[in-house]
């Protein structure tokens, strides 16, 4: 798969992929896993990395934002991202089943996961569903693409979105953004 980027999710496979992480081992876990990756577009690394004080306020309650740290994203870009409403009741249930302290993704030793392990982890998942080229960048590169062709509709840039997702250069970004016939079609009318 070298020289190959990550399948897009549509939101179809998506929801596929949440109902399928109902029925592991640990709903809880892995539904905030995947709500992870397509609602915050962290990296395998990312997801591995994250903590309950990246999470918490100073008070210990669930945040409205994730405050990454520099120490667990790629080349240092820490950042901080809004919680999609989703992710934040995913990870509010998680907190009641797992508890809040460590790192948020964790074994069933309760242990913390490697990336590895989570790119194994949705390697499996996919595979499972039946959903060839999609890896553990999908939900990333989904989002990335999706924030990408909505970022319009809530008054930003394409800026904006290169600073949710981590990237130093904006050609990073775009190389992410999945281009769209349709809207490329509907775009013609406009002109």
Known sequence: M???QAKVLSD?????????ARTTRYPARDRAMLLLSAKAGLRAA????????MLTTADGKLSDYIALADTIAKKGSGRTIPLHPRLKAALTQLGKTAGTQGHVIKSERGER???GSVVNW???LYARLGLEGCTSHSGRRTFITMAARRISRAGGSIRDVQMLAGHRNLRHTQGY??????????????L
Not at 12 to 19: D, F, I, R
Not at 181 to 189: E, P
């Open 2 to 4: 070298a020289g190959r």
């Open 12 to 20: 179809g496979q998506l929801m596929a992929a949440l109902k399928a």
């Open 46 to 53: 990312e997801i591995a990395g994250l903590t309950w004080p």
């Open 113 to 115: 996961l490697t990336a």
């Open 122 to 124: 949705f390697k499996a």
């Open 177 to 190: 953004i999945e281009p769209c016939s349709k809207a490329q079609r509907r775009l013609m009318n406009f």
